[in-house]
């Protein structure tokens, strides 16, 4: 199984979270290396490529935002962060420069878990999907090389991002529920309140210059959730 394989990478400047991450994570099958700074983070990650980065926000050195912006550059495992904030700017901001996902601080360990096996199943996983491109008019997907192109130039997306547009890609022409994607993209259903899709799929728009309405490629499908179009729909 993966998690008993897979290398964690935390950043994390408090020991006693770092403790108690090494007993429950490696007793669930983990090999776990820590960063204390976010100084060093980035050398460090680039030097052992983990399968997955759990990257604090407040660190000393750097912060965990300005380490997943460097880390971006090089490194496209997944990457969790780990924030005790409370506002939506945290995490769209974390979103906006590379994460993957976050887990609000007191950490549950049985939500972190799930959060990490999601994230390591779409990151492995993705080496199985099939070859053959998915178009949306002007909109190329390529599943089996997760990348997807705009008027035949490649876009910058971060994993994340590719997963969502995958996930919506499979059922193109038919509406995604809200509890699919969450489910699908971070192991949980939907409570109602969680924004971090609304503020995923508002920042693919705006790489895939799809940000005014009536949106072209991504639309929004009240009361259900979202949908890739169909080509040529309108």
């Keep these: 199984m993966a998690n008993h394989t897979a290398n964690i990478f935390v950043v994390e400047d408090d020991t006693e979270i770092c403790r108690l991450l090494r007993l429950f994570l490696e007793t669930e099958g983990f090999a776990i290396n820590f960063c204390h700074n976010g100084t060093d983070a980035v050398a460090e990650i680039r030097q052992m490529n983990p399968d997955i980065v759990l990257l604090d ?37 974390a979103f906006k420069v590379g994460a993957d996902d976050y887990v609000r601080k007191p950490i549950k360990p049985e939500v972190l878990l799930l959060r990490i096996q999601a994230l390591l199943r779409r990151s492995q996983g993705s080496k199985n999907e099939q070859a053959e491109n998915i178009q949306c008019d002007e909109l190329t997907i390529n599943a089996s090389r997760r990348e997807v192109y705009l008027n035949n130039e490649l876009i910058d997306l971060h994993s994340s991002e590719i997963d ?25 259903e939907y409570d109602g309140s969680d924004r971090s899709l609304d503020m995923r799929i508002s920042s693919l728009r705006k790489k895939i210059v799809d940000q005014k309405t009536p949106h072209r490629y991504i639309k929004t499908v009240r009361g259900v959730g979202y949908m890739l179009a169909s080509p040529h729909e309108k």
Excluded: H, W
Excluded at 63 to 91: H, K, W
Excluded at 164 to 188: H, I, N, P, T, W
């Design 57 to 93: 926000i407040m660190l000393p050195g750097q912060n965990g935002i300005q380490v997943c912006q460097q880390v971006r550059e090089f490194y496209d495992g997944p990457i969790l962060m780990l924030t005790a904030s409370e506002d939506d700017i945290s995490e769209l901001t």
């Design 164 to 188: 969502l547009v995958l996930l919506l890609a499979k059922s193109q022409g038919q509406a995604v529920s809200r509890d699919e994607c969450f489910q699908a993209l971070r192991g949980f």
